[in-house]
């Protein structure tokens, strides 16, 4: 890409004083004879033909990204409107950038970065002199890693055939264009050259021209396509109509790139992806960058090679970093594997082991003298979700994944306890008891607070809380009949999206440790940060035995899961015999990928040099959902419940039966109208919720809230009967 | 990385004619004040300054890429053992590569790609002209995507600050060091220059010397700490010393390289990975690369995004090609999840709602009268295996994977068919039926065949066996209680590395069809190649209801699995509610990396243009492992059983009782051996086995296949007394 032409022009008063623009229209006929206009902006120029970022400092003249980026969207939307002429059914829109692709622009930021929000197809210039091949590859994949697409090669002729070597490498799946020489003479008016290239930038325009057409045809179809092949999951595709369904084009930090059709023109839409891909997103824009390079790296050192028996730098690396973070000061070891469903089968078969050892039952004393196999079961949280496949169901309560209908194996190997749960309401924070608890303690009047942490507070220290917490979880556990049971301990059942009381939970813990049941802690969803902390053990201040991580352990960019334990649960399978040890594995256990991308989202999210959102020490995030905002949406009479804690923020609509349930088709109408909002949500049932990263900036937190608050209002309104029953 | 040096010299009589070889040595002092010795080789070089690539034509003076990197090893070696001066104790090695990091080798090769084999520590020559900074960063971003590690930047002072916006991009984490500008005068002897840079070469040492240290330091510590923090998968701890522990220091194509201490001396040696990973490789170095570009461009463009009811280009385009592939003729959906196990559960999930709908079982009539739930049953094979979660491993007899130590919630729902396996032994194929089977069928003489082919197209034919077979399944069938359960077919139960007869599973197929009991084909070993047909369902000529991938799915670089079915199993799900969904799903659901990977996998290894292996129209691989060979192992006194088809070739030892058992530690010391060799194997018991890629080199195969037949001489010498017993 050619330096940017210096032109003294007219000034652009909203720009700072010596920052150039300059407009220049051109009138003639193009190649087919037709009249044509160009239009040529110079939107930003410095002075001496250095880089941006030099000049900005010696020329005092510097553009913000935020405004540069915005100036450049505005030119473009304004060409798009019709611009000096008025055309609208024929125009070339392009966008020259100044340097080398990845030279810096005036922040310092480089430009292919700069740039990537547009994601625009682009026109490599490449080099066709001596080292030019190295280059126009180097600076073609610096591109790619960006996640552009190249539509063209355009070079300058130098009689080294340097296009024939380009072309090998890309398979010929770009197209190389070769231009005659720049003429030498520095008087030249470049007219006669100009003609000698007519015809190739009569192939380049044809080209840019069949890439546009490509795209723009893929990405009308893809829809259609997608809802003719694709089975996706926890989807009735009877409900899904083909408009319905959102085209991807991109993501860059926490946005999705979404094509839409409006009013016959295409449009590439920014939205907030707020159900972070089912939990699984953390990236801002710069650490999905670093990724990219960490993954690419990752691919051509490793791919992927065979884990047991075998140490490799991503896997030792992650699980020592595993270890001294979310595992610090229980957990030395790490067993990876692929998604939160197998760490839990894994947690299981660890926890099940263990429980054996320490209450003696070994193969010859698990059946009893009629044969019947001892019945092992755990005990967990009614609403807890910890996965799909049969052994992370049965740890589950029953409920509408578990039923009959979607796995008839299924029968519910638990105890399932129903737990309290913390919420705000109208502005206060409060505790819901079950009923077995409600008829088990005094009603205290008093049990709503300002903040979380009051609450927090008030839960660990309340002695009627504690005895009654005691009492209920003394009562359920004398159920399970002498010992033959091990436990499964949730957190936080992410499915309904509750907060469960860490008091509660923290007794929990203490009674399983007194009976030798070990516990596990389902941290697939509220590990690395979710809920404000690395770990939301850290909430509950007690350790479990056993530990599993997914979701944001990689940041968010490929499947990875870890289940940590103590030394004790790693030494029950210790033994003479292959056959004692733990046998269960994936082809992909630790994959070099997956660890690498968790080494880097590990440290960036815990660094306070590149996550600003720490505080306390590094300890906790900062409040990322304005407090005053978040108290005024749960006391909207929409809405029933909010919990706001971390990197979430769950909304519960008031909503009565049906309406209520998961299969709820509820809020439907409210999400459709935040997707027209630039908010990309899914609902679970009458549960609709915001999720960020650990880095995102508490303003597009608040952003996105407003509009979602908005939103509740116009839902709240088009349906008043509705609402105005259920909140009586 | 400046351009090579054109020097008239002393040629080598190894090289071609027009080939330049130089070597000079130097003597004086290094900076402490002691002796030293400067040697300098020029290895190959070209009369004219133009790039390797057209130099080799210009001149007719090619050198093959082998040769070059041979004659670069041998060359490091002899410096190694002493070079000219004797001197080991404190020498340095810098290789100055020609022109860019990606400009073309002799052979038009990239020399990135080139001398990725070596992967050795590179110091990249940056450029601190006008432009270098975006230069630079492409060149380096050029290494870190081929895997290199870059120990320091150098470049030359032009006035522009270059290094400070390396260094703010680098996050400080490179150093970048200056050099003064070179003199303009081209009769200058840089005698002035060398003694101005002298301080940034003592530290550009110093920092090369540090990068090696550190390196070779944590390659020292890795196994040792691995065996402290990770929890291996099927790895019994305790029978794994730290100093058997392979440390892998990267992997290119086929071959890990693998770092050793050998007499006090660090060495990196290359492995072949016989047991592709847990058979999840495909890639050859080049495809490798590729991928490494899709990788950091999947991560850039997409990180991840949610699945359900979106569309997007990766997702997809994998399904289409899938579906397109070994979905062709039969599948129309494509179901994406993590890994085998995973796309087994929801295969079961889809075969039961299937069944139901199809035998009118519904939540009303699933229960009897006593409220007891029907009992759905699989139909599977004896000794195969399905994954670790437990609803797979319910589909699989019991074995030492399902024992109540393992997971006492086992209790195997299936009934298990005992299948007759096709091997080779002593140069002939021949069929092992099983008890059952032999009972049923009259002795039939000749039962041995010079092919597999033979023995398949025999087995087709023969009337003998299809009706024994149909008559042991008719009564097998008979034992399921009148429809209630759905079937679950493998085609090639890999745990044991059997081949099962192609025309049993026909049989099989045809009968569960006409009970309308549907058809499971779990393809994540098979699939894509690994029995040199895209799909194992070829070798059967019948097609399946389901069908699961995963493994060689990516090409082997990231998890992904899919589960393919029919349009009827499909509708099975479709109704006016979201609770008749199939409601399984993970959270890295069709991921954009995996199916990127796929993407490009699938496509290379189909292509005749990428993939040399491939015959017969594209449709089967050709014979990869040398038939004369294979015949040759089968005949080994130490061999029982060969099976060599596709990318596989197995070989099952002699063994009696516990030394053929799973946990045996029996060809331990033969997998030792072969390390030694070059050849990284993992056992199964007493078979041990050889896998390659759908695109490796036969040669590479037979090469590797001749080691392990001398090993297996040398491991059966070493215990004559164990095996002529068993031999017998």
Same mark, same amino acid.
């Given at each position: ?11 652009? %008063?909203?720009?700072? =004083? ?51 980026? !915005? ?73 790619? &890693? ?54 190739? &930038? ?73 159900? %972070?891909?089912?939990?699984? !997103? ?55 594997? =692929? ?7 894994? %947690? ?172 596990? &802690? ?5 590990? &690395? ?32 899961? %870890? ?39 590990? !440290? ?108 509740? =209002? ?15």
């Amino acid at each position: 890409m050619p330096g940017v032409e210096r032109v003294e022009g007219e000034r652009n %008063a909203g720009l700072r =004083d010596v920052c150039f623009y300059e407009e220049r229209i051109l009138s003639g006929v193009d190649c087919e004879g037709k009249d044509s206009e160009l239009l040529c902006k110079t939107m930003h120029a410095w002075k001496e033909a250095i880089s941006p970022h030099l000049a900005v400092v010696r020329e005092n003249a510097g553009v913000e990204d935020a405004v540069l980026l !915005q100036s450049l969207k505005e030119c473009l939307a304004s060409t798009f409107r019709g611009g000096g002429s008025g055309r609208k059914d024929n125009f070339w829109c392009v966008i020259e950038t100044a340097g080398g692709v990845a030279s810096p622009g005036p922040s310092g930021v480089l430009q292919c970065d700069l740039y990537r929000p547009f994601r625009l197809p682009g026109i490599l210039v490449g080099d066709g002199r001596l080292g030019g091949i190295s280059c126009t590859i180097s600076s073609y994949e610096t591109l790619k &890693f960006r996640g552009y697409d190249i539509s063209a090669i355009i070079l300058e002729d130098h009689g080294l055939s340097n296009e024939t070597a380009l072309l090998s490498y890309l398979r010929n799946k770009v197209p190389v264009l070769v231009m005659p020489p720049f003429p030498c003479d520095p008087s030249d008016d470049l007219i006669r050259w100009f003609s000698e290239c007519r015809n190739v &930038f009569i192939y380049l325009q044809k080209l840019m021209h069949t890439a546009y057409l490509k795209r723009i045809g893929r990405l009308h179809d893809i829809g259609a396509k997608a809802g003719e092949v694709l089975w996706w999951p926890f989807t009735q595709h009877k409900l899904v109509p083909t408009e319905t369904v959102t085209v991807i084009d991109s993501r860059l930090g926490e946005n999705f790139s979404v094509h839409k059709v409006i009013d016959n023109c295409d449009f590439i839409i920014p939205q907030f992806d707020a159900c %972070a891909s089912w939990w699984t !997103q953390g990236p801002d824009a710069t650490l999905q960058i670093e990724l990219a390079r960490d993954m690419g790296y990752a691919t051509s050192r490793f791919g992927h090679v065979m884990f047991p028996e075998n140490a490799y730098e991503p896997a030792l690396h992650c699980a020592e970093l595993m270890l001294g973070g979310v595992g610090k000061g229980w957990a030395s070891r790490a067993y990876f594997s =692929d998604n939160g469903s197998t760490a839990i089968e894994i %947690a299981i078969k660890m926890a099940f082991r263990k429980f054996s050892l320490d209450h003696g039952i070994h193969m010859e004393t698990a059946y009893d003298s009629m044969g019947k196999k001892m019945d092992f079961r755990v005990l967990a949280l009614s609403g807890s979700y910890h996965g799909d496949t049969l052994g992370a169901m049965e740890a589950q309560a029953p409920s509408i994944y578990t039923s009959f209908l979607q796995q008839p194996w299924y029968s519910g190997r638990g105890l399932f306890l129903d737990p309290p749960t913390a919420y705000l309401s109208n502005g206060r924070w409060s505790i819901s008891l079950p009923t077995a608890l409600q008829f088990r303690m005094e009603k205290t009047d008093d049990m709503s607070f300002d903040s979380f942490d009051d609450l927090f507070s008030w839960s660990r220290e309340s002695s009627v809380l504690a005895e009654g917490y005691s009492a209920y979880i003394t009562e359920q556990l004398s159920q399970l009949s002498g010992g033959s049971e091990s436990t499964h301990i949730v957190i936080h059942g992410a499915g309904g999206m509750h907060l469960i009381d860490p008091a509660f939970q923290r007794v929990l813990v203490r009674k399983c440790r007194a009976r030798k049941i070990p516990v596990i &802690f389902d941290e697939v969803f509220t590990g &690395f940060w979710r809920l404000g902390r690395e770990s939301a053990a850290e909430l509950l201040g007690c350790m479990p035995d056993i530990a599993c991580y997914a979701k944001l352990l990689t940041g968010g960019v490929v499947p990875l899961a %870890a289940t940590l334990a103590t030394e004790a649960i790693f030494e029950a399978f210790s033994g003479d015999s292959k056959a004692e040890a733990l046998l269960h594995g994936h082809s992909y256990s630790a994959h070099p990928m997956g660890c690498s991308a968790a080494t880097k989202a590990i !440290q960036w999210f815990k660094d306070p040099s590149t996550n600003p959102n720490l505080e306390g020490g590094g300890e906790s995030l900062k409040e990322l959902w304005d407090g005053e905002l978040v108290r005024q949406v749960s006391s909207h009479f929409a809405v029933r419940r909010v919990v706001a804690l971390g990197t979430l923020c769950a909304i519960e609509l008031r909503a009565e039966g049906s309406d209520a349930s998961y299969a709820s088709l509820y809020a439907s109408s409210l999400v459709r109208s935040l997707r027209g909002d630039g908010v990309y949500m899914r609902p679970l049932g009458n549960v609709i919720y915001l999720m960020c990263g650990p880095c995102t900036h508490p303003h597009v937190c608040r952003t996105q809230l407003h509009k979602v608050y908005q939103a509740i =209002d116009r839902f709240a309104q088009s349906q008043p009967s509705k609402l105005s029953s259920t909140a009586l």
